[in-house]
């Protein structure tokens, strides 16, 4: 992947902003420019990460395509950021798509990151924000320089849902992956399960809710996806 250094980058419309970025739309594509307090280490550490991703052509299908890093002549930092590919699509939240569409789009967000796993590459971030369906029921992940791999495990961001967790002594992995993916279902699916009578949890999904709430470190949360104790009666 190529690094090109430049003076001055256009930033153009914001398209979005996160506790580490503002995302621009520019002419070759989105500019995801890191935020001043982003350290050096850290900088590197993403530029790794994604370098790392690169070789796992299977993979390039579940994030955006990543076209150059950015460098500056004139600053000290590894990169200011990078240029991708502009992807468009829905988010996966309670009103876009039936009760049906969202168990398989959740079983297919299971399999994209299951994939990512066996590659040595973890995906912690799931959170509505940063998944988007594309029109042939495509996922695709964003803020994928937030991955951690075998090679590099520290988060760069700890999401909110996880702070206790791993306070407690829980690892950054599978598990953690699952109390996100969790998170996720029990917002994507909440208004269904709470308004309409034809849905039902049953009893282990209770206890999965329960051990999500209560940050529990050992829990059926390590290893359970909720959606699969949620049925339509």
């Known amino acids: 992947m190529q690094t090109r250094s430049i003076l001055s980058m256009p930033t153009g419309e914001i398209k979005g902003s996160g506790s580490e970025s503002n995302v621009y739309s520019i002419l070759d594509g989105y500019y995801k420019k890191f935020k001043f307090f982003v350290s050096r280490k850290e900088r590197l550490g993403k530029r790794r990460k994604l370098l790392y991703l690169e070789q796992f052509k299977y993979l390039k299908d579940y994030y955006p395509n990543i076209y150059?890093?950015?460098?500056?002549?004139?600053?000290?930092?590894p990169i200011k950021g990078y240029v991708m590919e502009p992807i468009t699509g829905k988010h996966l939240n309670?009103?876009?798509?039936?009760?049906?569409?969202?168990?398989?789009?959740?079983?297919?967000?299971?399999?994209?990151?299951?994939?990512?796993?066996e590659a040595g590459i973890y995906y912690h971030d799931i959170r509505i924000p940063n998944l988007l369906v594309r029109e042939q029921k495509q996922i695709v992940l964003l803020d994928i320089d937030s991955i951690v791999t075998d090679e590099d495990p520290m988060l760069d961001v700890v999401p909110f849902a996880l702070r206790s967790y791993l306070g407690n002594g829980g690892v950054v992995g599978t598990g953690a992956q699952i109390i996100m993916f969790n998170n996720l279902t029990g917002k994507v699916l909440d208004r269904e399960i709470e308004d309409d009578e034809n849905f039902a949890m049953d009893k282990e999904a209770y206890m999965i809710e329960n051990d999500i709430y209560f940050n529990r470190?050992?829990?059926?949360?390590?290893?359970e996806y909720l959606y699969e104790h949620i049925k339509r009666l």
């Open 68 to 77: 150059y890093f950015v460098s500056s002549y004139l600053a000290k930092t």
């Open 217 to 223: 470190v050992d829990c059926v949360a390590d290893h």
């Open 94 to 117: 309670k009103d876009t798509f039936t009760f049906e569409e969202k168990i398989i789009l959740l079983k297919l967000l299971r399999n994209i990151i299951e994939q990512f796993n």
